[in-house]
């Protein structure tokens, strides 16, 4: 058994153990960390627990040993690194990183977040609780995206415009910090999708150590969820703009309306849901197949009209597919979803 199956194994569950002691919150993360809540928390040490026990997969629930080999390997690359900067959205994978990052490197892990239209205000408060509740050292910086006419005009390359924006302001910020790489989220399972994306990471040299370590997005969750992460069951959240249909203008004003519209139906109780924006002002609501009888209720159906007539929307459609992940991809030509990806 390896070592993190060694010091996770213990008479009970220890990947998340939780007690009070004098008016001080002690937390138990995986790995050995003992943290000290009084208002942040600090790392204090590191502690190993060994254990005779030898099972091909670890008790309680834990890591199956192929995670545990994967998880392993993505500790040492990061300490490897020196010192990192995390490009932190708060997403399960980049929390995973920042997770692993501040386990592998303590503070010499910088967690930072770019923030404009395209980052929905609700994200942003949650990736500084999650920074807080990890430890990690959390910096905010402002990204110009929307400034670019490449990045506006919104066709099938617009998440290159924006990652270009991001990862050269964080290799900049690095520079400034002296930190050695700057390293993203991108699991072994994003090579194979439309991720533009991905090719301004290789161009400056960002590092993906999920996929280095080829953590596969199901694997990402499941340590997240062994971590005790707040967000390890999060459905993807990727930015404003990636609701908009191609094409179409990317604005200040359309990412505010799609912001307010996707607000409103999460404070009703929806938790798995997108509204694309289209040509026209017209609001197409992709939400899971057993919600949509809710959705067209007489009653649900004339507050939803309102709100959504009020936030700026001429049309409300309602997609009778469902929920689907990236379905705007459907409008580009293959060459162009062939374009950017890579092995």
Not at 1 to 17: F, P, Q
Not at 215 to 238: H, I, T, Y
Request: net charge neutral.
């Amino acid at each position: 058994m390896g070592l993190v199956g060694k010091r996770v194994i213990m008479s009970t569950v220890v990947d998340n153990y939780l007690s009070v002691v004098d008016n001080m919150i002690l937390r138990l993360f995986w790995g050995g960390i003992i943290e000290v809540k009084y208002g942040l928390y600090e790392k204090l040490s590191l502690i190993s627990m060994e254990s005779s026990m030898e099972s091909p997969q670890i008790a309680f629930g834990g890591l199956s040993q192929e995670l545990e080999r994967k998880t392993e390997r993505l500790l040492e690359l990061l300490r490897s690194f020196g010192s990192c900067l995390v490009a932190f959205s708060g997403g399960l994978d980049s929390t995973v990183v920042a997770k692993a990052a501040y386990l592998a490197l303590g503070d010499a892990a910088i967690a930072v977040t770019g923030i404009s239209p395209s980052m929905a205000s609700s994200e942003l408060e949650e990736c500084q609780r999650l920074a807080q509740l990890i430890g990690i050292r959390h910096e905010l910086i402002e990204t110009q995206e929307l400034a670019n006419p490449l990045y506006q005009r919104n066709l099938g390359d617009r998440c290159y415009f924006c990652k270009s924006e991001l990862f050269g302001r964080l290799t900049d910020l690095a520079s400034r910090f002296n930190v050695a790489v700057v390293v993203d989220g991108a699991n072994e399972d994003d090579h194979g999708d439309h991720r533009p994306g991905l090719t301004a990471a290789r161009e400056k040299n960002v590092r993906s150590p999920l996929a280095e370590c080829h953590f596969k997005k199901s694997d990402v969750r499941e340590l997240a969820r062994f971590w005790g992460l707040p967000n390890w069951d999060k459905p993807a959240s990727p930015c404003l703009s990636s609701r908009i249909a191609y094409g179409e203008e990317v604005t200040a004003e359309r990412l505010a309306m799609i912001e307010k519209a996707e607000r409103f139906l999460r404070d009703c109780g929806l938790r798995l849901l997108r509204v694309r924006y289209h040509r026209g002002d017209l609001a197409r609501i992709e939400v899971p197949l057993e919600e949509l009888p809710r959705l067209v209720s007489p009653e649900f159906r004339e507050r939803l009209v309102t709100e959504f007539s009020q936030i700026g929307f001429k049309f409300v459609t309602l997609d009778l597919g469902g929920f689907r992940s990236g379905s705007l991809n459907t409008l580009l030509p293959p060459e162009t979803l062939q374009k950017f990806k890579r092995s």
